[in-house]
């Protein structure tokens, strides 16, 4: 690999943590429109099995209104990032989340420790979600029942 | 941009990530000088409203006082680092904090959600905290009952 | 430093963060000898006092065993990540560590929050653990009573 392509990596793979940690800001700042544009048009997102997620950003979109009155607050700390380049403008990228939920209804607050596991490409110079999948480890209190395991041997 | 300063930024953006890493380090191991070393002389120092926080190292590191006797423990998980140059020498940074407390009283085990938002400058070539604000997401038994929101829509 | 090998350290830095991230993964999905391959030959593992750890791999892989049924489901997160080269295949490195734990017998969940200390090696191009020392920070209802401080002042 030439000096400029590991360059380039390095800063694309900057990139990509970037768009993780936009991801969890603006679902923290409930910013619903800021996070369907970090998908492209044809996303795919996986939240749970029997088709809990969306099929393209415009379904996507729908599935986080209600979001920001469901939730009090949340706060999504996404760490462990592991970026593999599948192309140029390509990367299959996992990471670890740890995210604490509050409800504006009488619930306990809620913790969930998952991965996620991530197709990302880029498209006019920027990186977006192509493919999105959150695999549950564990969880204390939340609210969704079911949730893809990791797949813990 | 030069492939001189893209190599430069991504030294420098290092070089501020390991600035809040040596942060929480030492504000864990409870050492005060070192974390007031991290500011810059005319720092601002916000960790809630009502001017709780300091002007000025000086200032900073007399809040820091008592601090080592308050916690029997504490660790501090910052992970979601954003960094953007605002100049060779400047940069905004904003971040993701996980902290949980045990305190030297009989009260509980205490756990903060929340973000930093930095201004982060190089002086002598050294990094240092310029400006730093904590906003909480949420908390569970926080002795700090004022604190800075988010913001969340 | 020439421009050259600052930017091999930074690829390294990244190899090195990413084998943190990858002995967390092996970790947390139960996958042993992965795990175990991440160390070199004559490793020193340490996660509490009195000899508690492993001298060696095949000591060490010898520990793991049985660590599968004991735990129902792991996460560790890894963050704070502080590395420094003392050649040019070796670094020393710090990490602050949240880990959740369920168990496979009645007993609550468990928490830990610690920090890592690291020797990490290359060999034959693949950067390993040649020493990692657990210390704790402070835990909730976690099984192993005996651990090492992390020495806070």
Same mark, same amino acid.
């Given at each position: 690999?030439?000096?400029?392509?590991?360059?380039?990596?390095?800063?694309?793979?900057?990139?990509?943590?970037?768009?993780?940690?936009?991801?969890?800001?603006?679902?923290?700042?409930?910013?619903?429109? %800021?996070?369907?544009?970090?998908?492209?048009?044809?996303?795919?997102?996986?939240?749970?099995?029997?088709?809990?997620?969306?099929?393209?950003?415009?379904?996507?979109?729908?599935?986080?209104?209600?979001?920001?009155?469901?939730?009090?607050?949340?706060?999504?700390?996404?760490?462990?990032?592991?970026?593999?380049?599948?192309?140029?403008?390509?990367?299959?990228?996992?990471?670890?989340?740890?995210?604490?939920?509050?409800?504006?209804? %009488?619930?306990?607050?809620?913790?969930?420790?998952?991965?996620?596991?991530?197709?990302?490409?880029?498209?006019?110079?920027?990186?977006?979600?192509?493919?999105?999948?959150?695999?549950?480890?564990?969880?204390?209190?939340?609210?969704?029942?079911?949730?893809?395991?990791?797949?813990?041997?």
């Amino acid at each position: 690999m030439t000096q400029e392509t590991q360059l380039q990596q390095l800063i694309d793979t900057q990139a990509i943590e970037r768009l993780l940690f936009t991801y969890a800001f603006h679902l923290d700042m409930n910013q619903a429109a %800021e996070l369907a544009a970090l998908f492209t048009e044809d996303c795919e997102v996986i939240y749970g099995p029997g088709g809990f997620g969306a099929q393209g950003r415009a379904a996507y979109a729908k599935t986080l209104e209600g979001v920001g009155s469901f939730f009090k607050a949340t706060s999504h700390h996404v760490s462990n990032i592991v970026v593999d380049f599948t192309g140029p403008d390509e990367a299959t990228v996992r990471s670890v989340l740890y995210a604490w939920h509050r409800y504006n209804r %009488e619930m306990p607050d809620s913790h969930v420790w998952g991965q996620y596991h991530d197709v990302i490409v880029r498209a006019n110079g920027k990186w977006q979600f192509k493919r999105r999948e959150l695999r549950v480890t564990g969880d204390k209190d939340f609210h969704v029942k079911k949730t893809l395991p990791i797949g813990r041997s």
